[in-house]
């Protein structure tokens, strides 16, 4: 299936950073991160998912597995500061230019302070979503960081 590129991968082609793209069927509305991972044959692992917090006005990003969930204290940790909440989803339009189950880290509005999950750093390549519903874009995690200034850090919940 022919993809058009989306802002990120043209970001990424502007970088000359290699990446494949993953597309994917969203029609039957399962677009939450482990059914994409099946969908496109990737272990969940090795599938990112972007979240967007904030901390008053400022917004920062994490970009953790699809099977996990963001643990705010380390976030805040790892961005420095005391608080962190996750941005209310009719907020993630506006402030990032994409909307939920496209939302990549690469071609927000602003470059937002970026962390990617310490996890990603052993793997080969991550996918990430590529800007659109329906279409993922698998790369290496440095470059990923690279393109974004981002961060590796450990910031999910610990398994109880």
């Not at 901390?55 to 976030?75: H, N, T, W």
Request: hydrophobic share 45%; with cysteine; proline share 6%.
């Amino acid at each position: 299936m022919q993809v058009s590129k989306t802002n990120a991968m043209r970001i990424l082609d502007g970088l000359k950073t290699s990446y494949i793209i993953h597309s994917y069927d969203s029609g039957d509305g399962e677009i939450h991160g482990n059914a994409v991972a099946g969908k496109i044959g990737l272990p969940p692992e090795t599938v990112f998912k972007t979240l967007v917090a904030h901390s008053g006005p400022q917004a920062y990003v994490f970009v953790i597995p699809v099977a996990e969930e963001l643990d705010l204290k380390k976030a805040a940790r790892a961005a420095g500061v005391k608080k962190i909440e996750m941005l209310p989803l009719k907020e993630l339009l506006k402030w990032t230019g994409y909307v939920r189950g496209g939302c990549s880290p690469v071609g927000m509005k602003k470059l937002y302070p970026t962390f990617i999950h310490s996890s990603a750093e052993a793997l080969p390549t991550i996918a990430v979503s590529a800007g659109r519903i329906g279409v993922q874009m698998e790369l290496a995690p440095g470059l990923l960081a690279g393109a974004v200034s981002a961060v590796f850090a450990d910031v999910i919940k610990e398994e109880q």
